[in-house]
């Protein structure tokens, strides 16, 4: 069993929708992160949170809208989607304090299609 | 800047040879973590593997080695006797120990095992 959730696992949606992706660690982490990976490209960092504050936003279109109401939930909340857009969206956690314990850990991912 | 790069894309091989995954980075931080990660096709990032870069000690873990050369700012992964599950994408990645909390990846390598 993972330590870090995502729902849902799968996810078509229309370039009019509104949906969310949601995302839950178990590991008592304090810092949540946002990736996403397209076919043919590099995983990308999208979003960091420590301790609920997004300390990190890598450029990404307003489409893309995180929340994190606290250091378990991460939310990435999505509207107006381009199918471009379509990819791989993982979740990961790490706790952050020092130099110790750095190491990330992924969730399963959510596969996001848009048509 | 920060670079990690993985020259091999796909590699294939039959099942019981050995088989070694190449990962070369640049980094201007004196002191960073380099990881590995295996991606089934279910899409979950597994943690396996992450180094100190001032512990060049090398690391067997049953199958799986590691071969950590600061000189060469090379992190390349073993596995011995290679089996059909071992079958997914493999990714190097590097982070820097103090400040940005940025996994920088490599392109991954698609490591298939034919029986």
């Known amino acids: 069993e993972t330590g870090v959730t995502q729902t849902p696992r799968h996810l078509v949606m229309g370039m009019t929708n509104k949906k969310s992706l949601k995302c839950e660690q178990h590991?008592?982490?304090?810092?949540m992160y946002w990736y996403k990976q397209s076919a043919k490209k590099p995983l990308e960092l999208m979003f960091v949170?420590?301790?609920?504050?997004?300390?990190e936003n890598n450029s990404v279109p307003s489409r893309f809208s995180p929340e994190c109401p606290n250091s378990s939930h991460l939310f990435l909340h999505l509207h107006t989607l381009q199918p471009e857009d379509s990819a791989l969206y993982l979740c990961?956690?790490?706790?952050?304090?020092?130099?110790?314990?750095?190491?990330?850990?992924f969730g399963e991912g959510s596969w996001l299609t848009v048509v | 800047a920060q670079k990690v790069t993985q020259a091999q894309t796909e590699i294939s091989v039959v099942e019981k040879e050995d088989v070694t995954l190449d990962c070369v980075y640049e980094?201007?931080?004196?002191?960073?973590?380099l990881f590995w990660y295996k991606q089934p096709p279910s899409g979950e990032l597994v943690f396996l593997i992450r180094r100190n870069s001032f512990d060049e000690q090398n690391e067997i873990s049953g199958r799986y080695s590691w071969n950590f050369q600061k000189s060469t700012s090379s992190f390349n992964f073993t596995i011995t006797a290679s089996q059909v599950v071992d079958s997914a994408v493999y990714f190097c990645?590097?982070?820097?120990?103090?400040?940005?909390?940025?996994?920088?990846f490599g392109q991954g390598t698609r490591l298939t095992i034919n029986p």
């Open positions: 980094t201007r931080d004196t002191t960073y973590y």
């Open positions: 949170y420590n301790f609920k504050e997004q300390t």
């Open positions: 990645a590097l982070r820097p120990i103090q400040g940005a909390q940025k996994l920088v």
């Open positions: 990961a956690s790490s706790q952050d304090r020092g130099i110790s314990g750095n190491t990330i850990y």
């Open positions: 590991l008592g982490h304090n810092a």
